[in-house]
């Protein structure tokens, strides 16, 4: 059975700095491993995504220069850097993974997603 298991979620200021973490466990897809985040009354949205074997990343442009997604292989868990928080980076951020490694800012190709942690952003 698939686990993953978010953390690093809470409640920080404009321009302020988090990092969540993604810890899978079990036998999930060694391909990609993707962070979507979903505000209130809005649909879930791709905000990065990393490969596991080459380590190849990819951005929201909401985020780029902003967020960055690492992987410890080891570990078996991605972390998501986000610098300069702004408000409309609230959501509940979620992890998922995927079998593939292209149109990976859909989350159709994406097989297990984690409970999803809130990050709140004050003005």
């Known amino acids: 059975q698939v686990q993953l298991v978010e953390s690093g979620g809470g409640l920080v200021q404009a321009g302020g700095s988090l990092r969540l973490s993604c810890a899978a466990s079990?036998?999930?897809?060694?391909?990609?491993m993707g962070w979507f985040r979903q505000a209130p009354g809005k649909e879930r949205e791709f905000v990065a995504a990393i490969s596991w074997s080459d380590g190849r990343t990819y951005y929201a442009d909401s985020v780029k220069g902003r967020f960055t997604i690492s992987r410890d292989n080891a570990k078996n868990t991605v972390y998501l850097q986000m610098n300069n928080l702004r408000p409309e980076d609230t959501a509940v951020y979620y992890c998922?993974?995927?079998?593939?490694?292209?149109?990976?800012?859909?989350?159709?190709?994406?097989?297990?997603w984690g409970q999803g942690t809130q990050v709140t952003v004050s003005s």
């Open positions: 079990g036998r999930f897809s060694r391909y990609t």
């Open positions: 998922a993974t995927s079998p593939f490694s292209s149109s990976i800012y859909l989350e159709k190709r994406y097989d297990y």
